[in-house]
């Protein structure tokens, strides 16, 4: 059974910091690319974060870049997102997506909320 699965979203202060963990499991987890997506109310759900099957090259949306750290950890099995230096337009509902040529799988979703 595949599964992926978000943790870590909370409520947090501008400026502060969380870290975001996806699990994964029921597919062979280094094979493929890693994402980090985000939704906020009324708006499109936007690419984030991607990281490669190595974890050697990522990729960041121009709003996070500086501040928000993708990583991977293959013999875990888990996909993680460090964001730093928080702001309300961070708040979302953050989401954790696997792909690997046309099969993608994506998780629930953990929401996280920048709010002073």
């Known amino acids: 059974q595949v599964q992926l699965v978000e943790s870590g979203g909370g409520l947090v202060e501008p400026g502060g910091s969380l870290r975001l963990s996806c699990a994964a499991s029921g597919f062979t987890f280094s094979t493929y690319f890693m994402s980090w997506y985000r939704q906020a109310p009324g708006k499109e759900r936007e690419l984030v974060a991607d990281?490669?099957?190595?974890?050697?090259?990522?990729n960041y949306a121009d709003s996070v870049k500086g501040r928000f750290t993708i990583f991977r950890d293959n013999v875990k099995n888990t996909v993680s997102l460090q964001m730093n230096n928080l702001k309300p337009e961070d708040t979302a509902v953050y989401f954790c997506k696997g792909r690997r040529f046309g099969t993608e799988y994506w998780g629930q979703g953990t929401q996280v909320t920048v709010s002073s």
């Open positions: 990281i490669y099957t190595t974890g050697r090259v990522t």
